[in-house]
């Protein structure tokens, strides 16, 4: 049998590696699903495990102040009116308007 697969060119070591996959393929169909949940959950907890090294500056950044530039309240209230912003967002337009306006 070896002669006939050996004239075809396949070796004794390709016919090994063709029985572990074959065998391994078999493995990974019966248990494939628990090898995805383990690999999720695994996922998961690895996720979950890594501290965040931003803690700090987001602590700093929480301490400041919200300093508001000087814009008018009417601004904001129109702008709070009129469109769906927050009163944040109409700062930003506010600070965006100013800031082309000096451009000219």
């Not at 102040?65 to 000087?70: A, D, G, L, R, T």
């Amino acid at each position: 049998m070896f002669e006939t697969l050996g004239n075809f060119g396949i070796t004794q070591g390709m016919v090994q590696i063709g029985i572990f996959v074959t065998i391994l393929s078999y493995i990974i169909g019966m248990f494939y699903r628990y090898i995805l949940i383990g690999g999720g959950i695994l996922a998961c907890v690895i996720v979950l495990l890594i501290p965040s090294y931003n803690t700090d500056a987001k602590k700093k950044d929480a301490d400041k102040p919200i300093v508001e530039s000087s814009v008018p309240p009417e601004y904001i209230e129109d702008c709070l009116r009129l469109t769906n912003n927050t009163k944040s967002g109409c700062v930003a337009l506010w600070q965006e308007r100013t800031v082309e306006e000096s451009k000219l």
